[in-house]
């Protein structure tokens, strides 16, 4: 019998790629603390302490160029270049400043959960309630019992199984991987713990497992959240964001291939810089001399530069070697730098891959990159979370987040912006259709509604008519 501390086969599958990917992104520190896991040895079969100096001054004078990791910050750059459009009832208002109970926002916890799948190509959005069995809405509007939303990366999510229940399948187990601290006097400690996601007799059961005096886990809390109004929960409010689709088997990550070719790049760079300093240097060299010479040069010195007199015997001669430029090395490296350029612009290229059913709606739904289905995923996966909190708030009303996937910023001129009015005016584009079109240019607030739009057009219509008749 497996203990909680069960890995999934495909988790344990998925191990080495994604630790390759966040160690790229992280930069040079965390590559070259990895040493022989990227930059092999030369003769790793020589034990001696002369090469294991050598490898040292190898693995110094190696750059690691970072290209993985600017291009993951400028891919998250690109999607929330545009606020995301977050759409709640009131009771969920403090979404914006404080989604997961520990003052981040919505805004910023999806952005880490974009780069994360984009890293990995897979997280996970869990929403958390209070484990208390009914609560008033002037608790909730005081902020004393809320609904909070946390997310967890790849690595945090060990194990995971699905149930068939009538039509559809749904999550029945998640195990993630926590810690949490324990006092030392004036310090801290983390320790280990597992959090457990179940279906109990079709109620969603939550378990903490620790390590008492550092012995087998065990359970040491268990609840059952209910809703707001005191039912039991009957599905575990958690949803997997992947690269290609929300299900819950691991996807490929989107920077892997470009995190290979920049690990490439930076053996190719270890060479290079490595030739440079063995043969970068010029070499002086004289011949014709005898042993004489060579005694008075060893005993005066010899001074090596134009202002120099150099002394030799009759018929001797001096010269100086230079190496010829590495260029193999080199090329490598530039050809690396242009393959790196085109896989980070292949991600935000439109592409073929299947959409959901409400994206294939859409005009462009055939054309989009990997970028766009990325922040789509996590556009759905926040949506739904959403609900779950409005449900456990007892809050009606539509919820909706969504993440720009326009990513290269669009300029208004007054040609077009005249020609919008002009079709508007004629009939031939709806009012929808006109703020649509204005919100992607930044002309109007991309959270407001077109209900909203439309009472502060009625509003500013009725104010302007009052006044026409006081004068």
């Not at 859409?362 to 989009?368: G, I, P, Y």
Request: proline share 4%; glycine share 6%.
């Amino acid at each position: 019998m497996s203990d909680v501390t069960y890995q999934r086969p495909e988790y344990v599958a998925s191990q080495a790629r994604w630790r390759l990917v966040r160690d790229v992104c992280k930069g040079s520190e965390a590559v070259k603390e990895a040493k022989s896991d990227y930059l092999p040895r030369p003769n790793p079969h020589d034990q001696s302490k002369e090469n294991a100096e050598r490898y040292t001054n190898y693995l110094a004078r190696a750059v690691f160029y970072n290209a993985t990791g600017r291009t993951r910050d400028g891919l998250v750059g690109a999607v929330f270049r545009v606020v995301p459009t977050l759409t709640v009832p009131a009771l969920l208002d403090y979404m914006k400043t404080d989604a997961n109970g520990a003052g981040i926002s919505i805004y910023q916890q999806s952005q880490m959960v974009l780069g994360d799948v984009l890293e990995t190509g897979r997280s996970l959005v869990l929403v958390d309630f209070p484990a208390i069995e009914s609560a008033s809405r002037a608790d909730m509007q005081r902020g004393v019992a809320r609904a909070t939303i946390g997310a967890y990366p790849a690595e945090a999510v060990i194990n995971w199984r699905t149930s068939r229940v009538g039509a559809r399948h749904m999550l029945s187990l998640v195990v993630l991987s926590e810690t949490h601290e324990v006092e030392d006097g004036f310090g801290i400690k983390s320790q280990p713990q597992y959090r457990v996601l179940s279906l109990r007799d079709g109620v969603y059961t939550v378990e903490i497992w620790r390590q008492p005096d550092g012995g087998a886990f065990e359970v040491v809390e268990a609840y059952q959240p209910r809703r707001g109004n005191g039912q039991f929960w009957a599905e575990i409010p958690a949803f997997f964001v992947g690269a290609q689709n929300n299900d819950t088997s691991p996807d490929e990550s989107p920077l892997y291939d470009l995190a290979e070719i920049n690990i490439a790049h930076y053996r190719n760079s270890a060479d290079y810089e490595d030739s440079a300093y063995l043969v970068g240097q010029p070499q002086v060299y004289m011949a014709g001399l005898d042993e004489q010479w060579v005694e008075m040069l060893e005993k005066k010195g010899i001074y090596f530069g134009s202002r120099a007199i150099l002394p030799l015997p009759e018929n001797g001669s001096a010269g100086i070697l230079q190496a010829a430029p590495n260029t193999m090395c080199k090329e490598a490296m530039d050809a690396k730098e242009r393959q790196m350029v085109a896989l980070g612009a292949r991600l935000v290229e439109k592409g073929s891959a299947t959409k959901t059913a409400t994206e294939a709606a859409s005009d462009n739904a055939a054309e989009h990159s990997v970028l766009s289905l990325v922040a789509s995923n996590v556009s759905e996966a926040y949506t739904k979370a959403l609900q779950f909190a409005a449900e456990f708030m007892g809050a009606a009303g539509e919820c909706l987040y969504e993440l720009n996937q326009d990513f290269i910023e669009a300029r208004l001129d007054p040609q077009t912006l005249a020609e919008l009015v002009k079709s508007w005016q004629a009939g031939a584009i709806t009012d929808a259709d006109l703020w649509a079109q204005l919100r992607r240019f930044g002309l109007i607030d991309a959270e407001k509604s077109d209900d909203q739009i439309r009472e502060e057009l009625d509003a500013s219509t009725s104010g302007l008519n009052l006044d026409d008749e006081v004068v």
